[in-house]
């Protein structure tokens, strides 16, 4: 028996080969066990070497079923080790990660900058009411303004005559929007999508803008240029920058001027910040008095100037970009070319 068993164990495979050999041997029903209920059979004197012959037998076959099965143990892991080993030394395999588009990192530069001059930033939806985005602005309906930005309209159900929603063509909806829900004094600054129905080499659908608005009680478009100045200086990192103030005409800006900034173009390219020509870059004023009231205001106590600008428009300036498409093409390899990506 004992070298019947002890065979069987040495040669066992694997654990489970192990797990049959230990029930047939010194299970609850094996054989080590019929051959103890047989010592009631016996005479005293035959049982007095058969039990303890037994029992013997029993311990020595779990000790050698326990030495085995740590040896398959060790075996095993030998075996994982051999095949799953790992050189330390090898190169690691570069994974690229990912970036921050453009157009989000320019924003939270812009923000960066005007937060540093007290601008808190405010958003507002993309699709607004036609109030938020042209009545409240003094935009009323037959106004020229509406059918020149090319407005995409959310057309109602068939019955349902409110005025459709907009997608709003510019962010100066915010202006109202932030008057009504912190009233004056404000500073702010909002940046979003707008959108316009227009694609060219400069127009895209959608595209981003940043508005800003002061109002206290003393504002003037001397602050509005020094602010401007400012900004523009922090943006493009340079010294100083000359802008230009051109009389201009917005609904919602009394009196309005297009701002230039000073540039110089060099076979193609443009540099900001120096040379004698001038770019067009954003549309401001001092907030008409209608849109203060209709922001819940009183334009006998508060004035206010503000500003919108293209996004997109100053990131192409600032990175050298000349065509706006690409901001929306998601092509790793133009990120990449602007450092957008790894
Ligand atoms: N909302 C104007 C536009 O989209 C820009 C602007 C904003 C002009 C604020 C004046 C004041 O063109």
């Known amino acids: 028996l ?19 050999i230990r ?13 103890m209920r047989e010592l009631g059979k016996m005479t005293p004197e035959e049982r007095q070497v058969a039990g303890p012959a037994l029992n013997a037998l029993k311990d020595e076959i779990n000790s050698a079923l326990a030495a085995k099965k740590a040896a398959l143990g060790d075996a095993a892991l030998d075996e994982r080790l051999r095949s799953e080993w790992l050189d330390v030394s090898l190169p690691g395999r570069g994974r690229r990660v990912g970036t921050i588009h453009p157009i989000s990192q320019v924003t939270e530069e812009v923000t960066a900058i ?41 057309h109602r159900a068939t019955g349902d005559d409110r005025a459709p929603n907009v997608l709003r063509t510019h962010t100066s909806p915010v202006q109202i ?13 909002c940046p979003g999508g707008v959108y316009r129905a227009d694609y060219d080499q400069t127009h895209t659908p959608m595209f981003h803008q940043i ?26 990192e ?8 051109r009389a201009s005409h917005f609904p919602f800006t009394e009196p309005s001027a297009e701002v230039d900034i000073q540039c110089s173009w060099e076979n193609g390219t443009v540099k900001v910040g120096e040379g004698d020509d001038w770019l067009e870059v954003l549309g401001s004023g001092m907030v008409h008095p209608k849109v203060l009231q209709a922001g819940g205001i009183d334009p006998n106590e508060w004035q206010g100037f503000a500003f919108g600008m293209g996004i997109d428009r100053i990131a192409m300036l600032k990175y050298g970009i000349p065509d706006l498409r690409a901001f929306f093409d998601s092509d790793l390899r133009w990120l990449r070319h602007y450092g957008f990506a790894s």
């Open 2 to 20: 004992k070298q019947k068993y002890l065979g069987q164990i040495a040669n066992a495979a694997d654990e489970s080969a192990l797990e049959d």
């Open 23 to 35: 029930v047939t041997a010194v299970g609850k029903k094996g054989e080590v066990a019929l051959k």
């Open 114 to 154: 005007f937060g540093e001059m007290g601008f808190a930033s405010a958003e507002g939806p993309r699709i607004d009411t036609d109030w938020y985005n042209f009545d409240a602005l003094n935009i009323p309906g037959h106004h020229p303004a509406r059918a020149e930005m090319d407005t995409f309209y959310m």
């Open 177 to 189: 929007r932030t008057m009504e829900a912190e009233g004056a004094p404000l500073r702010i600054i």
């Open 211 to 236: 508005e800003g608005l002061a109002i206290d009680k003393d504002i003037s478009m001397a602050n509005l240029k020094w602010v401007l100045e400012e900004f523009f200086a922090a943006f493009f």
């Open 238 to 245: 340079v010294d100083n920058i000359k802008t230009r103030f």
